[in-house]
T-cell receptor, first 109, second 117 residues
């Protein structure tokens, strides 16, 4: 069974700092990996999707990388802002979707 | 477009009661999913559907049933609720093009918070 791990569980940074969130998975036989953002009491919003054949995807201040052979993905957030405060989850798609437990990010003004 | 909507938003049940959660999407998506989210466990897939009239089991299907009679709707049923089913339930949908591109991006509803006493 696929296991998806996100470390750290919580992260607090000052505004303006660049940061990296980590996601690891145990089974490299995946079709894609997706990063989501979840605000308290809300649903998930898709940020980036990386196909298994791709190495990275970029959207604005966000950059996600994928190293399928080592079972790792990172989400890089540049010039963090208080509005980036949320929980970030990664999900991998094998025969079905498997989610990590998320990293709770707080950006301090 | 409303995207993915879920009803109800909140519900409290007593053990043994039944209920149905409704998910609707207006994006003409083929795939629909039901997840539950529990503290410290992330989201876990309950059931999913790859098209109208089809359903399949996910990671944690026991105690739940689903139906997809119309493409835009996906219903999740609890026949006899148990306290272990206290959770936040999320519905999602995706449009699988089957080719390189924006495949499998999931769009989520706002969730239903269910408490079983």
């Amino acid at each position: 069974k696929q296991e998806v791990t996100q470390i750290p569980a919580a992260l607090s940074v000052p505004e303006g700092e660049n940061l990296v969130l980590n996601c690891s998975f145990t089974d490299s036989a995946i079709y894609n990996l997706q990063w989501f953002r979840q605000d308290p009491g809300k649903g998930l919003t898709s940020l980036l999707l990386i196909q298994s054949s791709q190495r990275e995807q970029t959207s604005g201040r966000l950059n996600a990388s994928l190293d399928k052979s080592s079972g790792r993905s990172t989400l890089y957030i540049a010039a963090s802002q208080p509005g980036d405060s949320a929980t970030y989850l990664c999900a991998v798609r094998g025969n079905q979707f498997y989610f990590g437990t998320g990293t709770s990010l707080t950006v301090i003004p | 477009n409303a995207g993915v909507t879920q009803t109800p938003k909140f519900r409290v049940l007593k053990t043994g009661q039944s209920m149905t959660l409704l998910c609707a999407q207006d994006m003409n998506h083929e795939y629909m999913y039901w997840y539950r989210q529990d503290p410290g466990m992330g989201l876990r897939l309950i059931h999913y559907s790859v098209g109208e009239g089809t359903t399949a089991k996910g990671e944690v299907p026991d105690g739940y049933n689903v139906s997809r009679l119309k493409k835009q709707n996906f219903l999740l049923g609890l026949e006899s609720a148990a306290p272990s089913q206290t959770s936040v339930y999320f519905c999602a949908s995706s449009y699988r093009k089957g080719l390189a591109g924006d495949t499998d991006t999931q769009y989520f509803g706002p969730g239903t918070r269910l408490t079983v006493l």
